[in-house]
């Protein structure tokens, strides 16, 4: 099951996504024929210069902001795929930075190294993948757990 | 008029606390983290590193 929904991502069609000019951070819709909901892939400066933190959120019916709803609409592997091209965008755009992340919560931490994993190698053609454990940087490996990852385009 | 709240900036919504706290969690690993990579340094070996 898990493969299934985890395979092919970088050749996976996306959503349609666009660049706010306001603030630094791209919206998409997810749609099912049940509903539809916003999603916004939020970049965000961190103290450090050249690296980015990104953050999937969903907005709720209210307009308010939230990293650890489930959509439950059947569409993990688009939103992952729209998630991937929004970064891979975000880095051609800005190519010698990084972006930062991790899982809202440990599931979805590990949905993301087993992602990550199954698309090392493709990932590896156009990007530096790393992930960082106890304040070190280590090339991401799939047999190791860590508590961010650290992307970069290569040059 | 009243102003829809899917229009209001992100960092006025209800949520964007929980958002600004994990950036604030993100800072402060940061600062623990070795950066000479920045400087092109390239990342030690893990499996290397389990001595």
Request: glycine share 4%; net charge positive.
């Amino acid at each position: 099951m898990l493969r299934t929904l985890t395979s092919n991502r970088m050749n996976e069609n996306g959503y349609p996504f666009k660049l706010s000019r306001e603030q630094l951070y791209y919206e998409f819709v997810s749609v099912s024929k049940e509903k539809q909901v916003q999603k916004i892939v939020l970049i965000s400066r961190t103290d450090v210069a050249g690296i980015y933190n990104l953050a999937l959120l969903d907005v709720l019916s209210d307009g308010s902001l939230c990293d650890i709803s489930e959509t439950n609409n059947n569409d993990l592997r688009i939103v992952i795929a729209t998630v991937i091209k929004i970064m891979g965008d975000f880095l051609t755009k800005n190519s010698n930075s990084y972006v930062i992340f991790r899982g809202s919560d440990s599931r979805r931490q590990r949905l993301y190294s087993i992602v990550i994993g199954r698309e090392l190698v493709e990932f590896s053609k156009v990007y530096e993948v790393y992930g960082v454990k106890d304040g070190v940087r280590y090339p991401f490996s799939v047999n190791n757990s860590y508590e961010f990852y650290l992307i970069k385009k290569k040059l | 008029m009243k102003v829809s709240k899917k229009n209001l900036p992100l960092e006025k919504r209800k949520g964007y606390e929980i958002v600004q706290k994990k950036l604030d969690e993100c800072n402060a690993m940061l600062r623990t983290l070795d950066l000479s990579f920045l400087d092109n340094k390239p990342a030690p070996n893990q499996d290397n590193d389990k001595s």
